[in-house]
Nanobody
């Protein structure tokens, strides 16, 4: 069992930046992939970005060039740096942890981008 806690959400104007953080209660070695997903009101949850234990990254097309995911295995954390934010980025952002023996979601942190 792994617990994930997100932080860093808030209100920002379009064009601004935010950094989200997710801390895991379990050793990062057991978590093959960590990532961020988001869900806007009335919409389905969608992939934002993922990162493997070794540092390989994957991004959704609509955030490429604007968002950067990183991982600190020693600290069991994953970060999402979000730049050039758009109103359509407004959503609850969820941290995920996936591995052979783990599969967990955080409670989410709200990001609101005003126009």
């Amino acid at each position: 069992q792994v617990q994930l806690v997100e932080s860093g959400g808030g209100l920002v104007q379009a064009g601004g930046s935010l950094r989200l953080s997710c801390s895991a209660s379990r050793s990062a070695f057991s978590i093959a992939i960590m990532g961020w997903y988001r869900q806007a009101p009335g919409k389905q949850r969608e992939l934002v970005a993922t990162i493997t234990y070794g540092g390989s990254t994957n991004y959704a097309d609509d955030v490429k060039g604007r968002f950067t995911i990183s991982r600190d295995n020693a600290k069991n954390t994953v970060l999402l740096q979000m730049n050039s934010l758009k109103p359509e980025d407004t959503a609850v952002y969820y941290c995920s942890a996936q591995g052979a023996v783990v599969n967990a979601w955080g409670k989410g942190t709200l990001v609101t981008v005003s126009s």
